[in-house]
């Protein structure tokens, strides 16, 4: 399998729950990313990860909490969401941070907490 | 404040012809541009992108343009194609800061 993948696809949860976001790439990348895309509003960029390290915590909540075991994997942890972190939520993954060969996104998760 | 805009949020187009998709950005320290399409139910797919020491590259029927001075670039697809419908986000990088911003995105649309 190539390219990046996000699982599941479409999570609704309600506000006590607790899911979390799956993100597999297999281009031997070595930085990964969680963006949230909200309706009307431009990509926002969540979390960085550079050679597993996390380099950049965009002021997100600490509702969200990012995890990357390795290099091909990142996860998203969601806890105590409210109804207005429903959103599309996008992981992507690139050569070199901040390259010119830009970013490989999976297809996201849609999110729905009711 | 968005440091990334487009202002059209959408571009109607018939079939071979040019399209032209602007974007304009603040920060000055943005030294990579990128232009990514998105189809529905799908992630953003990289297009082409420009270093800020060129003011142009050419893959194909996408060109990108970069005006440093004016802090503006563009996209230009010639000749147009229905497949080419989706919607188009810019991005700015600044290399040093490890940042990379979006603008809101551009709906363009291809009549054949």
């Known amino acids: 399998e190539t390219g990046v993948t996000q699982t599941p696809r479409h999570l609704v949860m309600g506000m006590t729950n607790k899911k979390s976001l799956k993100c597999e790439q297999h281009?031997?990348?070595?930085?990964m990313y969680w963006y949230k895309q909200s309706a009307k509003k431009p990509l926002e960029l969540m979390f960085v990860?550079?050679?597993?390290?996390?380099?950049e915590n965009n002021s997100v909540p600490s509702r969200f909490s990012p995890e990357c075991p390795n290099s091909s994997h990142l996860f998203l942890h969601l806890h105590t969401l409210q109804p207005e972190d429903s959103a599309l939520y996008l992981c992507?993954?690139?050569?070199?941070?901040?390259?010119?060969?830009?970013?490989?996104f999976g297809s996201g998760t849609r999110l729905t907490v009711v | 404040d968005q440091q990334v805009k487009q202002n059209s949020p959408s571009l109607s187009v018939q079939e071979g012809r040019i399209s032209i998709l602007n974007c304009d950005y603040t920060n000055s320290m943005f030294d990579y541009f990128l232009w990514y399409k998105k189809y529905p139910a799908e992630g953003p797919t990289f297009l082409i992108s420009?270093?800020?020491?060129?003011d142009k590259n050419e893959d194909g029927r996408f060109t990108v343009f970069l005006n440093k001075s004016a802090k503006h670039l563009s996209l230009h697809i010639v000749p147009s194609q229905p497949g080419d419908s989706a919607v188009y986000f810019c991005a700015a990088t600044d290399t040093n800061a490890g940042k990379s911003t979006f603008g809101d995105g551009t709906t363009l649309t291809v009549k054949p």
């Open positions: 281009l031997g990348h070595n930085a």
């Open positions: 420009i270093s800020s020491i060129k």
């Open positions: 990860y550079n050679f597993k390290e996390q380099t």
């Open positions: 992507a993954s690139s050569q070199v941070h901040g390259g010119l060969d830009g970013y490989t």
